[in-house]
């Protein structure tokens, strides 16, 4: 295939297969200017799907460093409400929404971090029924990644200004199964065979599991009606989509007061432009009571205090070391990537999609079920070739789960 068709069939791809629009239906797609090529075919293969209205945010980096340069935190903490009316009527109008990401991963370093905590608490508040309507896959959603200078030459510093995006592009490429044949078969074989796996881990119903490795000894605990789930999602009107490409992973979510131990990050976290390394955290009935980083500490704590279920976690997420993105051994700074590289965990909130009957629930009753809420929800890498995870089931026989960073049945 030719880089342009490889353009065109990823474009399709986040099209059919990641949103998977629907005939006469409103798609929101939000993303930058380094993206405008890309964007521009997205647009054009939308309407040739049937979408009835496209409407594009587009954002720059100089213009959102400029931002938090120079805006005062009473000025970030007033949230435009124009954003919250924009997302109040793709949830009435039950449309799509794309992320199309190409962030530079070191976009906001030097920036004060009470700035950019002001920054998340006044969007987790102002957008509350917006993040509610993702969480519980009321709309379809997908997010995929394009490279952008700054973060192709993060990604690929030794090779040549001028090899970089092209590097990034073709590494992306093969993460969402392009080039390979037929990408919607490919993408249909692979969700089977995730599915295949949450399947029998919901079969199994433990109810606790126990991670080890260096810098790790952590116990967490499942709710009784947990389930596993994988990158295939549905809205309640039955449309399939895939909110994450590339995704390897199968998750769920854990009792809120369940998690003891600590656990150490093996990947770095970027978090607002800015980037959390050589972490550790330790909990205690669930919550965060010592967190120190060697890299980013100041922005960790913002992060784990920007709410009371900031400092939980919400995910548990499993992904064999062995995984396709990890054996490429390209660090890519994006956590898009890097989750599917490695097991992860996420502070705040549940999905509540991974709890029986959690989609109806309410926030305070989801609450009252140890199910975690809040405004924050990122994802930290943790996995490794040496991590070991035991599962407990209800009798008490505990039976391994991952060996050695690989599956273990």
Not at 249 to 258: D, F, H, M, Q, S
Not at 330 to 351: M, P, Q, R
Not at 361 to 369: I, N, R, S, V
Request: charge should be negative; include cysteine.
């Amino acid at each position: 295939m030719t880089f342009e068709e490889k353009l065109a069939e990823f474009a399709e791809l986040a099209v059919r297969v990641g949103v998977n629009i629907q005939q006469r239906q409103y798609l929101l797609i939000n993303t930058s200017t380094d993206t405008l090529d890309f964007t521009r075919l997205v647009v054009q293969k939308a309407y040739e799907a049937g979408a009835g209205r496209v409407h594009v945010n587009l954002t720059d980096a100089t213009f959102e460093r400029a931002f938090f340069e120079h805006a005062t935190t009473e000025e970030i903490e007033k949230f435009p409400k124009w954003i919250v009316a924009q997302r109040e009527e793709l949830i009435a109008r039950q449309g799509a929404l794309l992320w199309i990401d190409a962030e530079d991963p070191d976009l906001l370093a030097g920036i004060d971090v009470t700035k950019l905590a002001a920054q998340q608490k006044a969007s987790g508040t102002a957008l509350v029924n917006y993040r509610k309507a993702v969480m519980n896959d009321d709309i379809a959603w997908s997010i995929i990644a394009v490279p952008s200078v700054k973060w192709a030459a993060k990604v690929f510093p030794s090779l040549p200004a001028n090899e970089q995006v092209n590097a990034l592009w073709e590494a992306i490429f093969a993460t969402v199964h392009i080039g390979k044949g037929n990408a919607v078969d490919k993408w249909q074989n692979h969700v089977a065979s995730l599915e295949a796996r949450a399947a029998q881990l919901n079969n199994k119903k433990y109810k606790k599991l126990h991670y080890k490795a260096p810098g790790t000894d952590l116990t967490i605990e499942l709710p009784d009606k947990h389930i596993w789930q994988c990158g295939s999602s549905k809205t309640p009107q039955g449309t399939i989509f895939i909110a994450n490409m590339p995704t390897e992973e199968v998750y769920t979510l854990p009792a809120k007061y369940g998690v003891n131990g600590t656990v150490s990050n093996t990947k770095p976290l970027v978090y607002k432009g800015n980037i959390i390394d050589q972490f550790m955290l330790t909990f205690e009935a669930g919550k965060i009571i010592k967190a120190q980083a060697e890299v980013g500490n100041d922005l960790l704590q913002e992060l784990i205090s920007a709410d009371e279920g900031s400092a939980y976690l919400g995910e548990v997420a499993l992904v064999p070391h062995e995984s396709p993105i990890s054996a490429s051994n390209i660090l890519y700074y994006n956590t898009l990537f890097d989750e599917n590289a490695s097991n992860h965990l996420a502070i705040g909130e549940a999905y509540p999609t991974c709890y029986e009957g959690g989609r109806e629930l309410e926030e305070g009753q989801l609450e009252a079920l140890g199910i975690n809420t809040s405004i924050t929800h990122e994802d930290f890498m943790i996995g490794s070739g040496v991590m070991d995870i035991d599962g407990e089931l209800a009798d008490g026989t505990v039976e391994p789960i991952f060996r050695q960073g690989s599956w273990a049945f």
